[in-house]
């Protein structure tokens, strides 16, 4: 069997064989992944669309608590995929991080519908008024809440890494199948988000909460014996560093020893292995940029212990991401208001459509996912191509164009979203309609544009987000820099509890009335989505600032038989090797 049909990228199978790249990867493997990703979302939106209505309904907890419990669970969420994303890279890989991962989240969502079922763990109810919740009930369901946290945090940083790592970025016809994989593959997360919101919703609140997390379950359940399944056809990339943040650790502990040091004009001068050590050991080797110059000093070969320019340029390559990220957390922030405070709002609003039938207000949340799935096709199929052919870039726009277009979107809907309350401010007034059961006469489609549009921007940043930090991060981090995305939207949820929780108690010490206080009618929410698009459009400023000055990747992998290597960064692939190649947006 000749060399050139295996994998170009090295990767091996379970058993740390090179694979054959005609009967591995690819879709083909792809195709068992997808099934846990759509069940995955169902079982994460039917819980976080819907759990401030259990929590204010079932558990009788306050507008406050119950908006920061929300943030608090689906912060957590998000934010302990750093700690699996670190275990898959330095210790047990993607496969089984997921692997055991998934088995914790299945049992937290059996727990959770044990807590919602079983009525010696649920609050007793009669006519439709629940007793308060005992200590213990209350317990268990938030044990079970975290159970599943606790799993989302080895499943979320490695399902679609592990889906992106079956495409070889070294072969022109996969890495061109790669673009899209993303756009797909968030495309049936959609598809599992829009389940949740449509269907689980509603049977969540007229069938029963049991069934409506019963269902996800099973779902789980199959989908992961289909995942295992599939196992012969996966590839694994293999961990070419032993711990890749030890290597952050002691380049920037170099770079401090040697900070009295002087850096040579030519970075040429900086400490670099051969490139015979990159084709014995497959690795990449990342090429020099003028960015965070200080980190250079750890490459001084003058210096003790002197770190590779590799090393450096990797620990440059997590720095430029960390300031992106930190850009990321205002518009986690207004996404964090769709399971809160934009399902507060419908409660208030007419839901009716006539014989008897009401819209769960959660419901709404379905649009975000319409108009994702509508837009995703019109992006892959037309405004690439189209874009393409005016930059020349194989994305059509880099990847921080696509995420500054996605908070524009972001920041023009809580404009919107701030109308929207002001009308309806409004229509309170005239009416008189501002007790705390009062529904205002207005329809609740009133929301939908902000929805519409948020769903629209997710397919520009939601999207953009997670391909750039798997694309930009080093190649031994490459679960770690999924965890960008993961956390900055786990942080923005903490952040936006500590917003709420800080704004309700100034604007009571102040004012004697809080802006978000039980009752939505008599408070002043529009004041709150003023704030929110204050700090918006701030955060973007920012954000193009930062867009302007960062450095995308340029790496190459070293062959044999006499190929030229390619350098592989944002835009194209360059043949030869790198002279000057600082390509910005």
């Known amino acids: ?3 050139k049909e295996y994998t170009q990228d090295g990767s091996v199978d379970l058993r740390g064989r090179p694979v054959l790249a005609s009967q591995t990867g690819r879709w ?4 068992f992944l997808v099934g846990y990703e759509v069940f995955e979302r169902m079982a994460f939106y039917g819980i976080a ?5 259990y929590l204010t309904t079932q558990l009788h907890e306050d507008t406050v608590s119950s908006v920061t419990n929300v943030n608090n669970w689906s912060g957590s969420v998000w934010i302990t995929p750093i700690l699996g994303a670190y275990i898959a890279d330095t210790y047990l890989g993607r496969f089984w991080t997921f692997t055991i991962s998934s088995l914790i989240y299945v049992l937290g969502m059996v727990l959770l519908t044990m807590a919602v079922s079983l009525k010696s763990l649920r609050p007793t109810c009669t006519n439709g008024v629940c007793n308060k919740a005992t200590p213990s009930q209350i317990a268990f369901f938030y044990a079970s809440l975290y159970v599943i946290a606790i799993g989302a945090g080895g499943t979320k940083p490695n399902i679609s890494t592990f889906g992106a790592d079956q495409f070889d970025d070294f072969d022109p016809h996969e890495k061109k199948l790669k673009v899209s994989f993303f756009n797909w593959w968030m495309f049936t997360s959609f598809m599992g988000a829009l389940i949740a919101t449509l269907g689980l919703v509603y049977i969540q609140e007229n069938v029963g909460w049991g069934v409506g997390y019963g269902i996800p379950t099973a779902g789980l359940m199959v989908s992961l014996l289909f995942f295992y399944i599939g196992t012969p056809n996966y590839r694994h990339k293999v961990r070419k560093t ?7 650790i002691k380049v920037c502990s170099t770079a401090f020893r040697n900070r009295g040091l002087e850096l040579p004009d030519d970075p040429a001068a900086l400490y670099e292995l051969e490139p015979q050590h990159y084709i014995i050991t497959g690795k990449r080797r990342v090429h020099h940029t003028s960015a965070f110059r200080f980190l250079d000093k750890a490459a001084l070969k003058q210096g003790t212990n002197p770190r590779t320019v590799t090393q450096v340029e990797e620990t440059k390559l997590v720095l430029g991401m960390s300031v ?7 518009p986690s922030v207004i996404g964090g208001q769709v399971g809160t405070f934009f399902v507060k709002q419908g409660t208030t609003l007419q839901r009716s459509l006539g014989h008897g039938f009401h819209i769960p207000a959660a419901s709404l949340g379905s649009f975000i996912t319409i108009s994702m799935l509508v837009s995703v096709p019109i992006y892959d199929r037309f405004f690439v191509p189209f874009m393409q052919r005016r930059t020349g870039n194989p994305r059509g726009i880099t990847l921080l164009q696509r995420l500054g277009i996605g908070f524009g979107f972001q920041v023009v809907a809580i404009i919107v979203a701030t109308l929207v309350e002001l009308k309806r401010m409004h229509v309170i007034e005239s009416h008189g309609t501002d007790g705390p059961k009062d529904i205002v006469p207005m329809s609740i489609f009133w929301l939908l544009p902000q929805y519409i549009l948020l769903g629209i921007g997710d397919v520009f940043n939601a999207i953009g987000l997670l391909e750039f930090f798997y694309d930009q991060s080093p190649e031994d981090m490459q679960s770690l820099g999924t965890t960008f995305f993961t956390s900055g939207i786990g942080v923005g949820n ?3 509890s500590l917003l709420v929780t800080a704004v309700d108690k100034l604007t009571r ?6 802006w978000i206080g039980n009752n939505l009618n008599d408070s002043h929410l529009d004041y709150y989505y003023g704030f929110l698009t204050a700090i918006s459009v701030i955060n973007m400023v920012v954000f193009v600032w930062v867009s302007i000055r960062y450095n995308y990747k340029k790496e190459t992998l070293e062959v044999t038989e006499g190929k030229v290597p390619c350098v592989q960064m ?5 043949d030869g090797p790198p002279s000057s190649l600082g390509l910005r947006v």
Do not use: D, H, Q
């Not at 010490?509 to 809080?514: D, E, I, N, P, T």
């Open 49 to 53: 669309s819907n759990l401030v209505v």
């Open 28 to 31: 083909r493997a792809c195709a």
């Open 494 to 496: 903490f952040l936006n």
């Open 509 to 514: 010490r102040v004012g004697g009335k809080s």
């Open 570 to 574: 944002e835009g194209k692939a360059v």
């Open 1 to 3: 069997m000749e060399n």
């Open 242 to 248: 032993e711990s890749p943040m030890k290597e952050i």
């Open 324 to 330: 992106i990220w930190l850009a990321t957390l205002i």
